[in-house]
Nanobody, 123 residues
Framework: VQLQASGGGLVQAGGSLRLSCATS????????MGWFRQAPGKEREFVAV????????YYADSVKGRFTISRDNAENTAHLQMNSLKPEDTAVYYC?????????????????WGQGTLVTVSS
C-alpha cells in the first residue's frame, strides 16, 4: 500500500485546511487510517484515526472538536478536515495505515506511511 498525503499549506490562525491521503492498492478498506504530525524539534504525535468501515473514530485531546477524520473507501482516500487552526497545529502531517485491530494511537501499530504534508498556521 502506498500513501500520498496532500492539502497542506499556509493558513492564518482560525482558518481551515483539508488534508487528503490517497492510497494505491485494492485493500484500502481493510486498513484503519490514522493521521499523525510532527512539529519542528518535537516527537511525532497522534492526531486521529478512523476504523476500516468508517464508523469508529478517535482523536487526540488537542484536536478534538476542531478536526474531523473521514474516509471514502470507494475512492481509496482518507481526509482530515482541520478547522479553527492554531499556531501550535503547525507541523508536518502524515497519514498512515494499520492492519491491527482497534483504533490505535501508537505509531508502531501502523504498517504504511505517507510522505507528509506541511501545515503552517500563522498567528
Amino acid at each position: 500500500v502506498q500513501l500520498q498525503a496532500s492539502g497542506g499549506g499556509l493558513v492564518q490562525a482560525g482558518g481551515s485546511l483539508r488534508l487528503s491521503c490517497a492510497t494505491s492498492g485494492r485493500t484500502f478498506s481493510r486498513y484503519n487510517m490514522g493521521w499523525f504530525r510532527q512539529a519542528p524539534g518535537k516527537e511525532r504525535e497522534f492526531v486521529a484515526v478512523i476504523g476500516w468501515r468508517g464508523a469508529g473514530t478517535y482523536y487526540a485531546d488537542s484536536v478534538k472538536g476542531r478536526f474531523t477524520i473521514s474516509r471514502d473507501n470507494a475512492e481509496n482516500t482518507a481526509h482530515l478536515q482541520m478547522n479553527s487552526l492554531k499556531p501550535e497545529d503547525t507541523a508536518v502531517y502524515y497519514c498512515a495505515a494499520s492492519k491491527e485491530y482497534g483504533l490505535r494511537r501508537d505509531g508502531r501499530a501502523y504498517d504504511y506511511w505517507g510522505q507528509g504534508t506541511l501545515v503552517t498556521v500563522s498567528s
